[in-house]
């Protein structure tokens, strides 16, 4: 079956570095679009950042451009979230998606992971 398995959360002070990994497995990765999207409390999912199947068109959110970098390794089936200088607003559940057409758009995409958790401290 189709899983989606994100790793590499925690906790780190204002400033730091986290880099994320989503293990995809049960699927044909490289044919589809990647994602993250987070969701902090109280707040509605929003879209971080999407590559696609061939890594060679890559979008981010205005808040995240020149902070994240996101990336795909297709022999491994693993997308990364790379992640500097984070700040508390980064504070979220963090969740990757696939999609057979990629965009920004949550209902474009077909499988969800179930998260990994990034706390940013002042």
């Known amino acids: 079956q189709v899983q989606l398995v994100e790793s590499g959360g925690g906790l780190v002070q204002a400033g730091g570095s986290l880099r994320l990994s989503c293990a995809a497995s049960?699927?044909?990765?490289?044919?589809?679009?990647m994602a993250w999207f987070r969701q902090a409390p109280g707040k509605e999912r929003e879209f971080v950042a999407t590559?696609?199947?061939?890594?060679?068109?890559?979008e981010y959110t205005d808040s995240v451009k020149g902070r994240f970098t996101i990336s795909r390794d297709n022999a491994k089936n693993t997308v990364y979230l790379q992640m500097n200088s984070l700040k508390p607003e980064d504070t979220a559940i963090y969740l990757c998606?696939?999609?057979?057409?990629?965009?920004?758009?949550?209902?474009?995409?077909?499988?969800w992971g179930q998260g990994t958790q990034v706390t940013v401290s002042s």
């Open positions: 590559i696609s199947w061939s890594g060679g068109s890559i």
């Open positions: 049960g699927f044909t990765f490289s044919s589809y679009a």
């Open positions: 998606a696939a999609s057979l057409i990629g965009f920004e758009y949550e209902r474009n995409y077909d499988y």
